[in-house]
């Protein structure tokens, strides 16, 4: 699907905001010929500082001009086009006088969209977004080859900062968030995704209402020549798909829960697919190295968003065995005697360490524990069930937890005071058949910078493991 690109060169052209997004737009602009000057509100910002950032991304940064501080009127009077970083709310007093001015207000991804070529699967939602779009960039590479697929976005790469390289041939898959959909208009991706909407992000929308719209405006310019995928699970998405007209795009599902006429779903621990022509295995979940319903909703979107772009199924496949999942969410790490590890060093919070223990599929040793954010660990103790055999415990938190664990009758506890000491307890204390998680429901300071460090070491030790075998 081809889209018209539109031609910037000499205009006047206010990027607002100055983080990464702002810097890969202001560069992406001089590059197409306009004339962008970065701002950004924040005073105790240099421009010797901004400059230095640009300097980085690379050349032709040179044309850029920089402001810091006030926005003046005669500033806001002698652009053409205001583009807003995505952390920058849409309904803010500089924001809204350029929007009285007459200025039209574009998002770096419609700007980027604006700026590039060839096809665009956008994938939006609440949650699973990141997994779905890592997945859907795989299945695209094997497709189509490296070469041709960029994957960016919310995900981590801003698409402006591709969007030039791009030609006819490319395929960008997508993560796009709300803050992104605020300020789209002609951007008009071939396959969008919603994977569920839950609240989130109340204080940037305000209102459940205007979330659900923002969201939803990602199949806004979409035709009867596009896919849409939804999660049948999602009682907002089931109104919304209810509501697509037949001038739209053509609606798909997806179900962790029921079977459905057509689209995607999971029965009796199998991925299906139903179509015109039947009812089809794609794969079953055992052959899958990322666990869990949610991820198994992720893995349909992705899948169906590969079908709609004609890949055959004997590929997809393919993929599928090989994706170890997002690097420190339920991260399939390796198996080693018989023990299977996983990293969900991302799991900083007990909501999200619940999902985890809920994933997994053999008798698991779990390591917990870390920096004390005032958090109740009671839900997490009683997501154990028959699945958690022994909890190894480190950090700030480890007394806290065992006396709650103790409290709801978990007695299998050990505390340990180093990590090294925690992955050789794990390690004593697993059998063949079992796995061991890292899933530590707090955050990681104190031991590490962040949680991605965490999640590094935690590789390193089973790498160190596997190769002393």
């Keep these: 699907m081809e889209h018209e690109k539109t031609d910037l060169r000499g205009k006047q052209v206010l990027v607002f905001g100055a983080g990464r997004s702002g810097i890969a737009a202001s560069m992406l602009l001089a590059a197409c010929g306009a004339c962008p000057v970065l701002y950004d509100g924040n005073e105790s910002l240099t421009e010797d500082a901004v400059r230095a950032q640009l300097h980085q991304a690379g050349e032709g940064n040179e044309g850029v001009g920089i402001v810091i501080g006030a926005l003046t009127d005669s500033l806001i009077a002698s652009v053409d086009l205001c583009v807003l970083s995505p952390g920058v709310p849409v309904d803010i007093d500089p924001v809204n006088r350029i929007r009285n001015a007459g200025v039209t207000i574009w998002g770096e991804v419609e700007l980027a969209y604006c700026l590039s070529k060839g096809e665009v699967l956008a994938v939006t939602g609440t949650n699973g977004k990141t997994t779905t779009v890592t997945l859907l960039g795989e299945l695209m590479k094997r497709f189509a080859g490296q070469e041709r697929v960029h994957v960016v976005g919310n995900i981590g790469i801003p698409y402006t900062k591709v969007a030039a390289a791009t030609t006819e041939e490319s395929i960008c898959v997508a993560e796009i968030s709300s803050f992104q959909l605020e300020t789209t208009h002609a951007f008009h991706p071939h396959v969008s995704v919603i ?201 700030a938190t480890k007394e806290k937890i065992a006396r709650c664990a103790k409290a709801h009758g978990f007695e299998n506890v050990r505390l340990c005071e180093t990590f090294e000491e925690c992955f050789d307890t794990c390690v004593a204390l697993a059998s063949p058949g079992d796995a061991i998680l890292l899933s530590p429901a707090c955050a990681s300071w104190g031991m590490f910078k962040d949680y991605e460090e965490r999640g590094r070491v935690f590789k390193q030790l089973v790498l160190k493991r596997s190769q002393m075998k």
Excluded at 280 to 304: F, P, Q, S
Aim: proline letters at 3%; aromatic letters at 8%.
């Design 195 to 395: 994977t569920n909407i839950t609240p989130d992000h109340l204080n940037r929308h305000h209102t459940m209402e205007e979330y659900i719209r923002v969201k939803e405006r990602i199949a806004e310019r979409q035709t009867d020549q596009d896919v849409l995928i939804l999660n049948y699970e999602d009682a907002v998405l089931r109104e919304f798909g209810s509501r697509i007209p037949k001038t739209g795009p053509r609606v798909v599902w997806f179900s962790s829960a029921r079977t459905l006429d057509r689209g995607m779903y999971l029965e009796n621990d199998v991925l299906k697919l139903a179509d015109d022509s039947g009812v089809e295995d794609v794969i079953h979940t055992d052959e899958l190295k990322i666990l869990g319903a949610h991820n198994y909703e992720n893995v349909c979107a992705a899948v169906l968003s590969a079908l709609a772009m004609h890949m055959p199924l004997d590929q997809i496949r393919e993929v599928l065995r090989a994706f170890s999942g997002v690097e420190h969410r339920i991260e399939f790490v390796a198996e080693v005697d018989g023990v299977c590890y996983y990293n969900d060093s991302k799991g900083t919070n007990p909501d999200a360490a619940i999902k985890a223990v809920q994933a997994m599929k053999r008798p698991t040793v779990l390591i917990g524990g870390g920096y004390d954010k005032d958090s109740s660990y009671d839900t997490w103790i009683e997501s154990f069930h028959e699945k958690v055999k022994a909890l190894v415990l480190v950090g």
